[in-house]
C-alpha cells in the first residue's frame, strides 16, 4: 500500500542550470550520526549482522578443519644467546652498554643473520643440502629463497635471538626438514660470529697501534720544539721583561696623549695667527700691543712727539698760526710724526715676524717630541709582542704536548680493552638447536574461531554502516532537524502500519478521528498553533518537494483536526496540473478558484462545506497558464478576502521541484507547511525544496514527516504499542 493514494504521475524533473542553481544552505554542524542512530541501525538490522556473523564463523571452522588436513603449518625454532661485551679492566664492575644499546647490538646481530653471507654459508651445510627444499629450489634462487622462509627476531626481554622457520609438515620427513634447515642457519651464524669478530678485534687492535705510533711521533716532536724555544730565550726573565716592556708602553701611551693635546693647542695658535693675518689685526695680539708699549725709540719719539704739541699749541697761543716759528713748529712736528708712524711699521713687521716663528717654531717642536715618543712607542711594542709570542707559542706546545699524553693513554686504554675483548666468546653462540616441531603452529581452533566471529562481526557491521550512509533518504524525525535545518511539526505513521483499516488516507481524520493517525495531525495542529501568533498563521500553503509525498493528505487531514477544534477552516484546491478537491468533494462545482481568478464567478460562491466549520474549493477549470494566474493580482486579493472571513485558509499546491506555481504561492501566504515523505525523499531534494521557497522570500513554519514505519530500528514503536494498549484497556471495564 502505497503512502498517500493519489492520481498524480511522477513527471520527469527538469533541472535548472548549473550557473543558475542558488546555493544550497549548509548542514548544521550537529549532522552526523548520534548514539541513537547507532542504536536504531543496529536493531534495524541485526539479524543481517548476526547472519554475515554466523556464516563467516561457519566459513572459519571449515577452514580450520579442510587446512588441519591438508596444508599444516609447523615452526622449527632455534635460539641463539647474544653475549653483552665485558666491561675492561679500568672500567670496573659496572655495565658498559645500558639496555637501548644492547637491543641496538641484538639488531645489529639480526641483521648479519640475514646477511647473504651468513645464508650462504648455511647452503653449504652438508645435511641441508639433503633436504627436498635444496632439491628443488634453483641453485641460483637459494639465498633469496632461503632469506623469504626464515625468520629472525628478537625474544623480549632476553639477550637471545630466535630463528624460526614455518612450512607445510604433513609428514614426519617434511617436519624434520624444517628443523635442519633452521640449525643450518643457525651453525652458520655462530661461525661466522667467531671468525668475523676475531677479524675485526685484529684489524682494531692494528689500527689503534698504528694511531699510537703516528701520537707518539707527533709527542717527541712537540717536546723537541719545546725544548728548541727554550734554549732560545731566558725563560727565567721572559715573564718579568714583557712586564716592564708592559709598564714602558703605559708610559708612553700617557706622553703620547699629553703631547697630541699640546700639539693641537699649538696649531690652534698658529692657525689663529693665519686668521687674523688674513684679517689685517696682527698688531692687536697681545704680543704686538707689549712691543710697542716696551720699545724705547717709539717711546722717546712720542715723548718728542707730545713736547713738539706742547710747543706749538702755545706758539700758536702767542704769535698766531702764520707766524714764521710757528710754521716751523708744525714742520717739526710733522717730521716727528712720520718718525713715529715708520718707527711702528717697522716694529709691527718685526712682532709679525717674531709671533709667527715663534708659534711655528712651538708647533714644530711639539711634533718632534710627539714623534719620537711614538718611536719608542713602537720599538717598545715590538719588543712586547715578540716575547708574548714566543710565550703563547710555548703555552701552545705545552697544551698539544698534554692533549697528545691524554690521546695516547685514551688509545693504550681500548687497545687493553679491545685486547681483553679479543679473548671473549663471540658475540653470537648457539644456545638450542631446533628440534622436528611437534605441535602445529596454524591453523589453531583457539586463533582460528575468534578470528572468524570478530571478521563476522566488523563485515556485518561494516556492511550495515555502509548500506545506511550509502542510504540518504530521510527516515525519522533525526534527520530533519540535524540535516535539513527545519523545524518538525509531526510525524504521519505510515499507512500499513495502522491497525485500522482506513480506506482513503486523505480522509482518514474524519473516518477515524480517534485512530493513531488523527492523533497525529492533532499533534501537528498543536505545533502548528504554538509555532508563532495565530494572526500570522491565517494563510498556510501545505506543498512537497515531489509528486506522492502526501500533500493532499497533510492538507485535508490538518484542516478537519483544525475545524475540530472550532475554528472555521477553508481548504483551496491550487493544484492546477493534477487537481484533487473536485474528485474527492463531488458536492463542488466544477467552476473553482481557475473561475474566480478570470472573473467569471465570485469565490464565495463556489466554496462548499463539508462538514462544520470545514469548507473546501476546487481548482476549476485547467487554465493554459497556471504559474501566471497564480502570481496574479487577483489572487492576492482573494487570499485578502478569504483571511478576513475564515480563521484559516489552507492551499493544497503543487509539488516545488515539478512545477513553480507553489513557490509563487508561497511570496503571497503567511507560511509553507513543507510535506516530506519518510524512506523516500533525499536530503538533497529536500534542500533543494528549501533553497527554491528561500529565494522567492516564502516562510516555512515546518516539516511534517509523511509514512514514518515502525519496522525494526523505526521510530514510534513504543509510541505505537503505548497507544493502542491504552485504548485497549480504555475498552475494558473500569477502564
Same mark, same amino acid.
Given at each position: 500500500m502505497s503512502v498517500i493514494p493519489t492520481r498524480e504521475e511522477v513527471p520527469q524533473i527538469i533541472r535548472a542550470p548549473v550557473a543558475s542553481r542558488h546555493r544550497a544552505i549548509p548542514v548544521p554542524a550537529g549532522a552526523g550520526l548520534t548514539g541513537r542512530d547507532f542504536v536504531r541501525i543496529l536493531r534495524k538490522r541485526k539479524w543481517m549482522i548476526i547472519?554475515?556473523?554466523?556464516?563467516?564463523? /561457519?566459513? $572459519? +571452522?571449515?577452514?580450520?578443519?579442510?587446512?588441519?588436513?591438508?596444508?599444516?603449518?609447523?615452526? =622449527?625454532?632455534?635460539?641463539?644467546?647474544?653475549?653483552?661485551?665485558?666491561p675492561s679492566d679500568l672500567q670496573g664492575p659496572a655495565p658498559l652498554y645500558s639496555k637501548d644499546i644492547m637491543e641496538r647490538i641484538i639488531t645489529t646481530q639480526i641483521r648479519m643473520i640475514k646477511s647473504e653471507a651468513v645464508l650462504l654459508r648455511a647452503t653449504e651445510n652438508p645435511e641441508l643440502k639433503r633436504t627436498d627444499w635444496f632439491r628443488r629450489t634453483p641453485p641460483d634462487k637459494l639465498i633469496t629463497e632461503l632469506n623469504d622462509v626464515i625468520d629472525v627476531t628478537p625474544v623480549a626481554n632476553a639477550n637471545v635471538i630466535r630463528i624460526a622457520m614455518t612450512g607445510i609438515g604433513k609428514t614426519e620427513e617434511d617436519r624434520r626438514e624444517l628443523a635442519t634447515i633452521v640449525n643450518a642457519v /643457525?651453525? $652458520? +651464524?655462530?661461525?661466522?660470529s667467531r671468525l668475523t669478530t676475531g677479524g675485526e678485534?685484529?684489524? =682494531?687492535?692494528?689500527?689503534?697501534?698504528?694511531?699510537r705510533k703516528t701520537s707518539s711521533t707527533e709527542l717527541a716532536r712537540i717536546r723537541n720544539d719545546i725544548s728548541v724555544l727554550r734554549s732560545e730565550s731566558d725563560m727565567s726573565t721572559l715573564q718579568e721583561r714583557r712586564n716592564v716592556l708592559g709598564l714602558r708602553l703605559n708610559s708612553y701611551t700617557a706622553q703620547l696623549i699629553e703631547l697630541d693635546m699640546v700639539k693641537q693647542q699649538a696649531q690652534a695658535a698658529v692657525d689663529d695667527l693665519a686668521q687674523l693675518e688674513r684679517e689685517n689685526r696682527?698688531?692687536?695680539?697681545?704680543?704686538?700691543?707689549?712691543?710697542?708699549?716696551?720699545?724705547?725709540?717709539?717711546?722717546?719719539l712720542q715723548f718728542a712727539r707730545a713736547n713738539a704739541v706742547n710747543d706749538l699749541e702755545q706758539a700758536e697761543r702767542k704769535f698766531g698760526i702764520n707766524h714764521i716759528q710757528v710754521r716751523a713748529l708744525r714742520s717739526r712736528l710733522e717730521t716727528i710724526d712720520k718718525q713715529v708712524t715708520?718707527?711702528?711699521?717697522?716694529i709691527r713687521e718685526d712682532v709679525r715676524k717674531a709671533v709667527r716663528d715663534t708659534r711655528n717654531n712651538r708647533l714644530i717642536a711639539v711634533?718632534?717630541?710627539?714623534?719620537?715618543?711614538?718611536?719608542?712607542?713602537?720599538?717598545?711594542?715590538?719588543?712586547?709582542?715578540?716575547?708574548?709570542?714566543?710565550?703563547?707559542q710555548l703555552q701552545r706546545l705545552t697544551d698539544d704536548e698534554s692533549a697528545v699524553v691524554k690521546r695516547i693513554s685514551r688509545i693504550?686504554?681500548?687497545?687493553?680493552?679491545?685486547r681483553n675483548e679479543a679473548k671473549q666468546e663471540p658475540p653470537v653462540y648457539l644456545r638450542r638447536q631446533a628440534t622436528v616441531p611437534r605441535e602445529r603452529t596454524m591453523p589453531r581452533w583457539i586463533i582460528m574461531m575468534p578470528i572468524g566471529v570478530v571478521l563476522g562481526l566488523l563485515?556485518?557491521?561494516?556492511?550495515?554502516?555502509?548500506?545506511?550512509?550509502?542510504?540518504?533518504?530521510?527516515?525519522?524525525?533525526?534527520?530533519?532537524?540535524?540535516?535539513?535545518?527545519?523545524?518538525?511539526?509531526?510525524?504521519?505513521?505510515?499507512?500499513?502500519?495502522?491497525?485500522?483499516?482506513?480506506?482513503?488516507?486523505?480522509?482518514?481524520?474524519?473516518?477515524?478521528?480517534n485512530s493513531l493517525i488523527g492523533e497525529a495531525f492533532r499533534q501537528i495542529r498543536t505545533c502548528l498553533l504554538f509555532s508563532g501568533p495565530a494572526e500570522r498563521r491565517r494563510s498556510l500553503l501545505v506543498t512537497s518537494a515531489l509528486p506522492g509525498d502526501g500533500r493532499g493528505t497533510t492538507a485535508l487531514n490538518l484542516a478537519a483536526s483544525v475545524a475540530r477544534s472550532g475554528r472555521k477552516v477553508l481548504v483551496v484546491d491550487t493544484n492546477f496540473r493534477q487537481p484533487m478537491i473536485r474528485g474527492l468533494f463531488p458536492q463542488c462545482p466544477e467552476a473553482g478558484l481557475s473561475s474566480a481568478l478570470v472573473g467569471q464567478a465570485s469565490w464565495r460562491d463556489l466554496v462548499r462545506e463539508i462538514e462544520p466549520n470545514f469548507w473546501v474549493m476546487s481548482s476549476g477549470p485547467l487554465p493554459p497558464n497556471p504559474a501566471e494566474l497564480v502570481g496574479s493580482e487577483p489572487m492576492r486579493q482573494i487570499i485578502s478576502e478569504m483571511i478576513g472571513q475564515y480563521d484559516q485558509v489552507i492551499f493544497d499546491g503543487a509539488p516545488c521541484l515539478v512545477v513553480t506555481d507553489s513557490a509563487i504561492l508561497s511570496s503571497l501566504v503567511d507560511g509553507v507547511v513543507l510535506v516530506v515523505r519518510a524512506g523516500a525523499n533525499t536530503y538533497g531534494i529536500v534542500h533543494r525544496t528549501r533553497d527554491i521557497l528561500a529565494r522567492v522570500g516564502a516562510h516555512i513554519v515546518g516539516v511534517v514527516l509523511n509514512g514514518v514505519r515502525i519496522t525494526a530500528g523505526g521510530y514510534l514503536r513504543k509510541t505505537y504499542n503505548t497507544f493502542y494498549e491504552y485504548h485497549e484497556q480504555a475498552r475494558l471495564p473500569g477502564g
Open positions: 547472519l554475515i556473523a554466523l556464516g563467516i564463523t /561457519a566459513l $572459519a +571452522a571449515v577452514t580450520t578443519v579442510l587446512w588441519s588436513m591438508f596444508a599444516p603449518l609447523y615452526t =622449527a625454532e632455534a635460539y641463539l644467546g647474544v653475549n653483552a661485551p665485558r /643457525a651453525g $652458520a +651464524a655462530q661461525e661466522d678485534h685484529q684489524r =682494531a687492535i692494528d689500527r689503534m697501534e698504528d694511531q696682527l698688531d692687536t695680539t697681545p704680543e704686538a700691543m707689549q712691543r710697542l708699549n716696551e720699545d724705547p725709540m717709539l717711546r722717546s715708520d718707527t711702528e711699521a717697522r711634533q718632534a717630541q710627539l714623534l719620537d715618543v711614538q718611536r719608542k712607542f713602537n720599538e717598545t711594542d715590538t719588543k712586547a709582542r715578540d716575547i708574548q709570542a714566543v710565550l703563547t693504550d686504554d681500548r687497545l687493553e680493552d679491545k563485515v556485518g557491521l561494516g556492511l550495515t554502516f555502509l548500506l545506511e550512509l550509502i542510504d540518504t533518504s530521510i527516515k525519522g524525525p533525526s534527520d530533519i532537524s540535524r540535516k535539513t535545518d527545519l523545524p518538525l511539526l509531526g510525524m504521519v505513521p505510515h499507512s500499513d502500519d495502522l491497525e485500522e483499516d482506513i480506506p482513503d488516507m486523505r480522509l482518514a481524520f474524519q473516518s477515524h478521528p
